[in-house]
């Protein structure tokens, strides 16, 4: 095998991973064109379904999981936080409230990026806090679009339901009011990567008072448009 490493498993997972690059595969395939044992492809392309790093097609062919898109998509958060700073500053400055970047880590979403509401009453997100994936608009755009199963286990427990998430696939962007916290509402709309994964939300929060109970009204054109503008920085950076 060519540019063995010496550690014989990674180098074996490498060339699957490889393989799939080009497009699906049976196992039978991926024997011929590793050179590996057939129960040994076998034990390591399940494995890696189990990490989701592979998955299947229709046909039971083996191909690329959806977490290589989930770190390729990782990697693209420099130019992602490039682009936040002008953006949400402009979003802040648009809408006369606080804007924030949430990214998705496991069970929790951080916040990567904020640009505060200068004066008076303020929701204010410190970059680099955790916040769970239970509550709040943010939590729902990063959720909504999931697979099937993990869209259903971040249900479990949450403040949002199925149905709520469905409009939000909808229309484009979440709403929430008192959710994460008593007294603050929030609007939230999708970032997209490459691949067209959502891979961050865009947020506006502030007061009740201000924003109202349907913050959406008045907010998500612009909270939309922020993603937009993000998502096309990821694309063509």
């Known amino acids: 095998m060519e540019n063995t490493s010496g550690v014989g498993v990674l180098d074996k997972v490498t060339s699957i991973l490889g393989i799939l690059e080009a497009g699906p595969a049976t196992l039978g395939g991926l024997v011929a064109a590793t050179g590996m044992a057939r129960p040994t492809a076998h034990r390591l392309a399940v494995a890696l379904e189990h990490h989701r790093l592979v998955s299947r097609d229709v046909n039971g062919r083996f191909m690329l999981g959806p977490r290589v898109g989930e770190l390729a998509s990782a990697a693209g958060e420099d130019r992602l936080l490039a682009a936040a700073g002008s953006v949400l500053t402009q979003l802040r400055d648009l809408t006369g409230e606080s804007a924030q970047l949430y990214r998705r880590q496991g069970e929790v979403r951080i916040c990567v990026a904020?640009?505060?509401r200068l004066t008076g009453l303020r929701d204010t997100v410190p970059v680099g806090i955790t916040l769970p994936m239970k509550v709040g608009s943010a939590a729902q755009v990063l959720l909504a679009w999931e697979e099937p199963e993990r869209l259903h286990r971040g249900l479990q427990g949450a403040r949002f339901t199925a149905t709520a998430l469905s409009g939000v696939r909808r229309r484009g962007w979440a709403q929430s009011v008192g959710e994460r916290e008593l007294g603050v509402a929030s609007?939230?709309?999708?970032?997209?990567?490459?691949s067209n994964r959502v891979v961050a939300a865009v947020s506006v929060s502030g007061p009740i008072e201000r924003l109202t109970r349907h913050p959406g009204a008045q907010l998500s054109q612009a909270v939309v448009e922020a993603g937009r503008r993000l998502t096309e920085a990821l694309r063509h950076a």
């Open 114 to 116: 904020a640009a505060e």
């Open 187 to 194: 609007v939230s709309a999708p970032v997209r990567g490459q």
